[in-house]
């Protein structure tokens, strides 16, 4: 089964499963994608969109509910905290909308506003606002990698399964180097 016939089958599963844990890297490989053909790009938003919207909602619930154990539990996570307050008293909507966009902060961010007592509407409107910008500009990014490569090197058009794998690989590469050196900076 080539990688093509793979992602055709199972990208939409992925787009759902990435966006759900911060997935940048498979959104920006799924938009490439749907430049090729193989995923429909108001798809890849629109599963975006629901993973990410649920991912933050979960995230925020569990703040809510179990924000001060969380927080004494995992120092890291009080840190964010620490790092959320004084932007949440600043600009509140500004805060919840760019939460998303910002390094360290996007599964963080929701679970600090939640122990931070941010209202349940405030938080699911703006939440929902933040992940369509998200998935739109993310997904289009990628589209728009694809037009860019077949602008500047036409030839790897006929290379997209090759083209296709490295993202997959770097996207991989990616999520698991944040990953390690999230854990690495969670350790005393």
Same mark, same amino acid.
């Given at each position: ?5 793979? %992602? ?6 992925? %787009? ?20 090729? $053909? ?28 179990? $924000? ?12 964010? %905290? ?87 690989? %770097? ?18």
């Amino acid at each position: 089964m080539s990688v093509s016939s793979l %992602v055709a089958q199972y990208g939409y599963a992925f %787009v759902f499963v990435g966006a759900l844990a911060e997935g940048e890297s498979v959104l920006l490989a799924a938009g490439f994608a749907a430049h090729r $053909g193989m995923l429909k790009l108001h798809e890849v938003m629109a599963v975006a969109f629901v993973a990410s919207t649920l991912g933050d909602q979960l995230c925020f619930y569990l703040g809510r509910r179990h $924000g001060p154990q969380l927080l004494a539990r995992f120092p890291k996570l009080k840190a964010q %905290v620490g790092r959320v307050e004084p932007m949440l008293q600043r600009h509140p909507n500004a805060a919840i909308l760019s939460l998303r966009f910002l390094y360290g902060l996007r599964t963080a961010g929701p679970i600090a506003l939640g122990a931070l007592g941010v209202s349940r509407a405030r938080f699911a409107l703006l939440n929902m606002l933040s992940a369509a910008l998200w998935a739109v500009a993310l997904s289009l990014l990628g589209y728009q990698f694809g037009h860019a490569l077949d602008r500047l090197a036409p030839q790897l058009r006929t290379a997209e399964e090759a083209v296709l794998v490295v993202l997959l690989a %770097v996207a991989l590469v990616w999520t698991l180097w944040r990953r390690q050196r999230a854990r690495r900076h969670a350790q005393p």
